[in-house]
């Protein structure tokens, strides 16, 4: 029998299977009655790069090859139709690749069937994307709705989308918390922009950012005490001296965190806050308090 397993490489819809996987896979579909073997290759629709690869292996084999080939995947009756034809070997050629187009446009069907089905489940709850497929999770259009309807569904995304500008963004607005899944990278300006949104949809989010240059923007604390001034906590000495503390663990510069501190939080940052929440006096230095009550007073 001719050996089929020279031919290893075949994608169906976007899956890779070996030629002798494709019985397996999916039962040969009957020709179109109204579909002549001669007049297959002015009636298909063009072949996928993969598909032409085979078609030009196809084309080096030999009758009875040909044939083995076929029985793979084809039905008995339609591979006696094709032997009967004027050229065979044309013939049994369309045939598999007239059943490859086939099974890869109802591949394409069943599969669009299963992503409108996981796009229903995330616009009714985005968290359902946690129960999702990689191949779901990595759906763009999914996970923008997912995240749509329910910001922390981005931590079920795939790494790559969690990148994704337009995905963060989105999430961050539904809910500022969402930051901590956004993914790692190394561009200040997107990093920033994501930030400022979180905030401004949430000012307590201003917890959960992971870099001090953007924990001490004065544009960003701005955004998250007009938000919310309890946020002001967030940055106050106690919580910055952290930053402060050298590599191999050393003694942290309590000094530097309350001199970063007082850099950041301006009396315009201060008012804001006791102006959203007057509980926010309590994270103010004495001396920032006096000159936020005798604003206040005027």
């Known amino acids: 029998m001719y050996n089929i397993y020279k031919y290893p490489i075949l994608m169906i819809g976007g899956a890779d299977l070996s030629l002798p996987q494709l019985s397996r896979y999916h039962e040969a579909p009957p020709l179109p009655e109204e579909m002549e073997l001669q007049r297959l290759p002015s009636s298909r629709p063009p072949l996928n790069e993969a598909q032409q690869q085979i078609e030009a292996e196809m084309t080096a084999m030999s009758l009875r090859e040909l044939q083995e ?5 084809a039905r ?29 446009e109802q591949k394409d069907a069943n599969q669009r069937a299963i992503e409108n089905d996981w796009m229903e489940l995330v616009q009714i709850d985005g968290n359902n994307l946690r129960n999702a497929p990689e191949i779901i999770r990595n759906n763009r259009e999914i996970v923008l709705a997912a995240v749509q309807q329910n910001g922390l569904a981005l931590q079920n995304a795939s790494n ?62 701005s955004a998250a005490v007009k938000q919310n001034g309890l946020a002001l906590q967030y940055i106050l000495p106690s919580r910055l001296i952290h930053w402060f503390t050298p590599l191999p663990p050393g003694k942290p510069d ?18 804001a806050a006791v102006k959203n929440n007057k509980d ?19």
């Open 160 to 221: 790559y989308l969690k990148n994704d500008r337009e995905i963060a963004l989105a999430a961050v607005r539904q809910n500022g918390k969402a930051i901590l899944y956004v993914g790692k990278v190394n561009d200040y300006l997107f990093l920033k922009e994501i930030t400022l949104a979180a905030v401004r949809q949430n000012g307590m989010a201003l917890e959960l950012v992971g870099d001090l240059s953007l924990l001490l923007d004065r544009e960003i604390v």
């Open 280 to 298: 926010a006096m309590q994270y103010l230095s004495e001396e920032m308090r006096e000159k936020v009550s005798r604003y206040m007073s005027l």
């Open 69 to 73: 080939f076929a029985t793979e995947i």
């Open 254 to 271: 309590a000094a530097a965190a309350a001199s970063a501190y007082s850099q950041v939080v301006s009396l315009n940052i201060a008012i």
């Open 76 to 104: 008995p009756d339609d591979i006696e139709a094709a032997r009967d034809n004027e050229d065979p070997a044309a013939a049994l050629r369309e045939l598999v690749l007239s059943w490859l187009v086939t099974t890869n």
